[in-house]
C-alpha cells in the first residue's frame, strides 16, 4: 500500500514539475531548468517502479513530498512578482522622437509642429524662423 501510494506521488511529482518547467515564462529561466531536472528524475524514477520493479529494496526519497510543494511556491511567486512588476513598468512618453532632420518641421516634444516663437517685445512671431503652427509669416513689405 505505501509503495503504490510512494508511486503515486512520485509520478504527479514528477508530471507536475515538468509542467511548471515547460512554461514559456520570460522569468525564472534557472528554476525552469531545476524543475524540468527534478521533474524529468521523479518521472522517470516513478516509471521504473511501477513498470520494471519487481519488489525487493527500493530508495524511498523524502523529496518526493516535499520538494514539489517547495517548487510549485516559488514557481507562483515569481509569476505573480513579474506580473506585478510589469503591471507597475511605467510606459514610455509619448512625443519623444527622433529630432527632425535638417529643414524638416519638428514633430512631437509636445508642440503642434514649426519653429515659431510667440511674438514679444516688439517683434512679431516666429521672427527669422519658418512659419509654424497657426502662425503668420513675418511681415515684408
Known sequence: MLFNVYVFFLLASGVLMLVMGSSRAPYAKRRRIV???????FAVYGLYLLLFF??????????????????????????AAYRAAQAAAPFAPTGYAQPPAYGEAP?????????GQPGGYGQPGGYGQPGGYAQQPPFQP
Open 35 to 41: 524543475n524540468l531536472i527534478v521533474g524529468a528524475g
Open 54 to 79: 519487481q519488489g525487493g529494496h527500493y530508495i524511498l526519497f523524502v523529496y518526493v513530498f516535499i520538494l514539489p510543494v517547495l517548487l510549485a511556491v516559488r514557481f507562483f511567486r515569481d509569476r
Open 107 to 115: 514633430t512631437g516634444y509636445g508642440q503642434p509642429g514649426g519653429y
